[in-house]
């Protein structure tokens, strides 16, 4: 990632986990985010409260959020600390958008891009990465379903476990 090439703790997985935290606290649905060279612009639905007894539910609106190096940067330390402290036996799990960014950014990880771009609609991920090689640069689509995200999350925990073991015999 251009913004935070040289610091080993930020890389997709922890960024998206963290933009993905803010979502679920926001409330944010059927999101886009792309990456701009100094952040990422996020894009989505929210429901914007009523100011009538008719309109109690609410409508829904498109909002466009720009987050910037020290937006996320801001975003990764309160995760950070949230994750630090253990959580009391009635603290939920995470929320939807932070488990599933985070698998999604652990497999761009593993791609290593140098842009993304992605969509969501109905727990359903298009994303086009920049990717290098020796024969060049471009862009690859990849699809993932909310039921691979689903498999993604459910077998992440035994995938860091696994990671962690392999870096600590090293």
């Given at each position: 990632?251009?913004?935070?090439?040289?610091?080993?703790?930020?890389?997709?997985?922890?960024?998206?986990?963290?933009?993905?935290?803010?979502?679920?606290?926001?409330?944010?649905r059927e999101v886009?985010?792309?990456?701009?060279?100094?952040?990422?612009?996020?894009?989505?639905?929210?429901?914007?409260?009523?100011?009538?007894?008719?309109?109690?539910?609410?409508?829904?609106?498109?909002?466009?959020?720009?987050?910037?190096?020290?937006?996320?940067?801001?975003?990764?330390?309160?995760?950070?600390?949230?994750?630090?402290?253990?959580?009391?036996?009635?603290?939920?799990?995470?929320?939807?958008?932070?488990?599933?960014?985070?698998?999604?950014?652990?497999?761009?990880?593993?791609?290593?891009?140098?842009?993304?771009?992605?969509?969501?609609?109905?727990?359903?991920?298009?994303?086009?990465?920049?990717?290098?090689?020796?024969a060049g640069s471009?862009?690859?689509?990849?699809?993932?379903?909310?039921?691979?995200?689903?498999?993604?999350?459910?077998?992440?925990?035994?995938?860091?476990?696994?990671?962690?073991?392999?870096?600590?015999t090293r």
């Amino acid at each position: 990632m251009r913004i935070y090439e040289g610091s080993p703790r930020q890389d997709f997985e922890e960024v998206f986990r963290s933009i993905g935290a803010y979502l679920d606290r926001r409330g944010m649905r059927e999101v886009l985010l792309a990456e701009a060279p100094d952040g990422f612009i996020v894009q989505g639905l929210v429901l914007v409260g009523s100011g009538t007894w008719s309109d109690t539910m609410g409508q829904q609106v498109k909002e466009t959020l720009t987050f910037l190096d020290d937006d996320i940067a801001r975003f990764m330390d309160e995760a950070i600390a949230r994750r630090g402290h253990r959580p009391p036996p009635t603290t939920t799990r995470p929320g939807y958008y932070e488990q599933a960014l985070r698998v999604l950014g652990r497999y761009m990880d593993e791609q290593k891009p140098r842009d993304v771009f992605f969509f969501e609609q109905d727990g359903n991920f298009v994303l086009r990465m920049l990717t290098s090689s020796q024969a060049g640069s471009r862009h690859q689509l990849f699809e993932f379903t909310s039921e691979d995200v689903e498999r993604m999350i459910s077998e992440g925990p035994a995938k860091r476990q696994r990671d962690a073991a392999a870096r600590s015999t090293r």
